[in-house]
């Protein structure tokens, strides 16, 4: 059994003969290793359940002592932080920072408040308590890094309780850590001895990540053996910087004079203005600006060189990045700072363009030019062209990048004013990251579908999110054949070699594939029944698996999107789509039957908003009801047209209604309910589902009360159903609760037809019914219809009446 399942399984009997244990050790002068051993037993068991666990009072009072004892073991220190923070928040608590003078125990100590909750203002007493500390040392002096994180956090939390005192002294701070750290490597510890610190070797300067003598000043991109406090608190203030920016100053520079430069933002007086103040005489908020704005210009160029070891080369791309986001804050709030960044992102755009490996640093510097290009006068349609055609083609399996370009799309929303149709035509690409990271991105893409969709290209989408599991398949396929296999991403290695993979060389399958991988929305489909049947042995893929999973959430947010706008003609459009598309799935286990109840149900919901389409559509419905394979391989899509016909088939819902199309569609549905009634159920052909036979004879009923000519022969169908249901053949299979709901069925359409006024009220109510007066008034018509209905089918049954 695993350590975490015997902790799990302790009892609160135990627990609390542990704790008495545990309560014991602490008490000693010296605290050993049994200390240690029995803290670390005791953290695995609180942590190992997810509600919170009982200790005795003793126990969390001895903690809290000895995590405030000046003289503990640090690593005591840091298991009575980790087993207090388990128990937040917690009433019997009684922890305080306002004594504590050390800054690495005052971020242990303060990690366990920030955990309670801010029940008792913990935020505002651990800030002021920081920034107390923060004003008591000199900003080389030692252990203030353990402090950064605990401001930031609480920056973080409530930036409010901060006064303005505060905030500029940790911006003057700041300020000295990013541009004045030492340049010089640190002194290695040594542990003393004949050998120690005299003869030692003196420090260097610290390097370039290409092995060079920095010339400029220590960066987070500088590096070297050892590192001195303030280098490390460089670092940590870089870490720090954006957070800080955003919530010191949130709506930009605070100066009196903010509105000039704004006013001055395209001028030459602006730029020199800029450049030529001195910095020492500028305010503290403006002042961390300005050096934050020379620090991310020299990160720039640092991304520049070549590094020599891996670790340095992904720091270059983390610190590339975290900088483009750095100049669009300082650019958001101090215009002045937005002609001196455009020529350097500009051509830092151009280098990267040509290099795939950092390739992530172009979505900040496309965010950039969507909040900036305007007021730059510079167009962002090119940068976002080459964003949306290149990365998602090419780099769709690398599932950080993928996750981060949604997120890129979803949160640009709003400024991409008239590119908004680059992003639409761009849907395809899109929807590759989509296919081959659907478990992560569905939610994503949930948010970002209504506004990916509109009248142009909802029917193109529709085709594609139906053939995502395929899409999936395809890339899946075309990476198995990218001749590049040293650089190919693993994939499923399930299934080695595919028999698809000689066949899709085929010119005939080419083209197919081309439309499916296209870049942009072509504005035309294709039939891939063909491909369809190319890439099924690819279809018990586990990535195919899991995109089809995802396909019906999909569904449902773009039909919640698209009838808020489709009109009458694409409301036809769509419906077409879903009759033809319902027989025409890529073949993935479980794919069908759920694709089916979701485009059932929307093909309802776009009935309801559009009536006219059954009378409009009356050729395709009739052609789709007209084949028996269709009950038993799309029995919900049937269903869902059945009952679309019978309810709006009508001249109450469409004046253009005629008699022969009523005649028409009854004579259809009437061989249909025939066929699936006297058919035989076999292995390849299975019996009907009750639910069909019923909506079939309603339907039925439904029309004959509209066109009364009719009503005789569906009269003698329903008596015949009836008798069917009570004397079911021998070989017939039908349960008794199968044979009972359609008796009953069959027996209440036929009490209506005895009364064919009170049928055609009943079965084709006007529109006026949907009105609340029609069921709480009990003087309208409808509560008297449906009490003579329920007498005489009382009377049926046999009762007597009321």
């Not at 009801?625 to 709006?648: D, I």
Request: neutral net charge.
């Amino acid at each position: 059994m695993s350590p975490w399942a015997t902790a799990r399984g302790i009892q609160d009997e135990e627990l609390q003969k542990f704790c008495s244990r545990v309560v014991k050790l602490l008490q000693k002068e010296e605290l050993g290793p049994d200390a240690v051993d029995a803290l670390q037993r005791l953290f695995l068991i609180v942590s190992a359940t997810k509600y919170k666990r009982k200790l005795e009072k003793t126990c969390v009072d001895l903690l809290q002592t000895t995590l405030c004892a000046p003289k503990c073991p640090e690593q005591l220190q840091l298991l009575c932080t980790a087993i207090l923070r388990e128990r937040s928040p917690s009433d019997d608590l009684n922890l305080s920072c306002d004594h504590v003078q050390n800054s690495r125990q005052l971020s242990l100590v303060a990690s366990v408040l920030l955990a309670q909750g801010d029940k008792k203002e913990e935020v505002r007493s651990v800030g002021q308590r920081a920034f107390r500390v923060l004003e008591s040392r000199q900003p080389e002096g030692p252990s203030l890094r353990h402090l950064l994180p605990v401001v930031s956090k609480v920056t973080h939390l409530a930036p409010h309780t901060l006064h303005e005192d505060q905030t500029n002294l940790l911006s003057k701070r700041l300020v000295d850590w990013l541009r004045y750290a030492s340049v010089q490597q640190g002194v290695p510890h040594t542990s003393g001895g004949f050998f120690s610190a005299p003869r030692a070797r003196q420090p260097g300067p610290v390097t370039e990540v290409d092995g060079a003598v920095a010339t400029d000043f220590f960066t987070v991109l500088s590096t070297g053996q050892h590192f001195t406090e303030d280098q490390w608190l460089n670092v940590q203030a870089f870490s720090m910087l954006r957070a800080w920016l955003l919530h010191s100053s949130p709506r930009g520079p605070s100066s009196p004079d903010t509105d000039d430069k704004s006013e001055l933002e395209g001028s030459t007086l602006s730029v020199l203005s800029a450049t030529s103040t001195a910095s020492h005489l500028l305010p503290p908020q403006e002042r961390l600006r300005e050096k934050a704005f020379e620090y991310c210009q020299r990160l720039i160029e640092q991304s520049t060189r070549r590094a020599l070891r891996k670790g340095d080369s992904d720091l270059q791309k983390a610190c590339l990045v975290e900088a483009v986001l750095l100049l669009d804050v300082l650019c958001r709030q101090d215009p002045s700072f937005l002609y001196r960044t455009l020529s350097c992102l500009k051509a830092l755009h151009a280098r990267l363009c040509g290099d795939p490996a950092r390739v992530r640093a172009l979505l900040p510097i496309a965010q950039f030019f969507l909040n900036h290009g305007e007021a730059a006068a510079v167009d962002s349609e090119a940068i976002l062209q080459h964003l949306f055609t290149r990365i998602p083609c090419e780099l769709f399996h690398s599932p950080m990048l993928a996750f981060e370009f949604v997120c890129f799309c979803r949160d640009s929303l709003p400024v991409f004013g008239r590119n908004l149709d680059i992003l639409r035509r761009s849907f395809p690409n899109l929807f590759k990251l989509l296919a081959w990271n659907s478990p992560a991105l569905t939610s994503e893409f949930v948010a970002l579908l209504p506004s990916l969709v509109d009248s142009g290209t909802a029917v193109e989408m529709l085709h594609a999110l139906l053939d995502l599991p395929c899409l999936t398949a395809a890339l899946d396929l075309q990476l198995r054949l990218s001749p590049a296999a040293a650089e190919r991403p693993l994939w499923d290695v399930s299934l080695r070699n595919p028999s698809c993979l000689e066949a899709s060389r085929d010119p005939q399958f080419q083209g197919l594939l081309q439309h499916l991988l296209r870049a942009t929305a072509s504005g035309t489909t294709e039939r891939l029944a063909p491909l369809h049947q190319l890439l099924q042995p690819l279809a018990s893929l586990t990535r195919v698996v899991q995109c089809a999973e995802a396909v019906p959430t999909l569904l449902q947010a773009f039909f919640s999107a698209v009838t808020q706008f489709a009109d009458g003609a694409l409301s036809n459009q769509l419906a077409l789509l879903l009759l033809e598309r319902s027989d025409s799935l890529y073949q993935v286990p479980q794919y069908e039957a759920h694709v089916h109840r979701v485009l059932s149900s929307q093909f309802l919901v776009l009935c309801a908003r559009h009536p006219s389409l059954v009378v409009e559509l009356a050729k395709e419905l009739l052609e789709f009801v007209g084949s028996v394979s269709s009950v038993h391989s799309r029995e919900t899509m049937l269903t869902a047209v059945v009952w679309a016909v019978g309810e709006y088939l009508s001249v109450s819902w469409d004046r253009r209604c005629t008699v022969e199309q009523i005649n028409r569609f009854f004579e259809a549905l009437e061989a249909l309910l025939f066929e699936v009634t006297q058919s035989r159920p076999s292995a390849t052909l299975p019996k009907c589902p009750p639910r069909v036979i019923t909506v079939l004879m309603t339907t039925l009923t439904k029309l004959a009360s509209r066109s009364q000519d009719l009503i005789p022969r569906v009269s003698l169908f329903l008596s015949k159903m009836r008798s069917l249901a009570q004397n079911p053949a021998p070989s017939s299979d039908r349960c008794g609760e199968d044979a009972g709901a359609v008796c009953t069925r069959a027996a209440e359409l036929l009490t209506l037809l005895k009364m064919p006024s009170v049928a055609q009220f009943v079965l084709t109510p006007s529109a006026e019914v949907s009105e609340p007066r029609y069921h709480r008034d009990t003087n309208t018509a409808l509560p008297l219809a449906l009490r003579t209905v329920s007498r005489l089918v009382e009377k049926e049954a046999g009762l007597l009446l009321g």
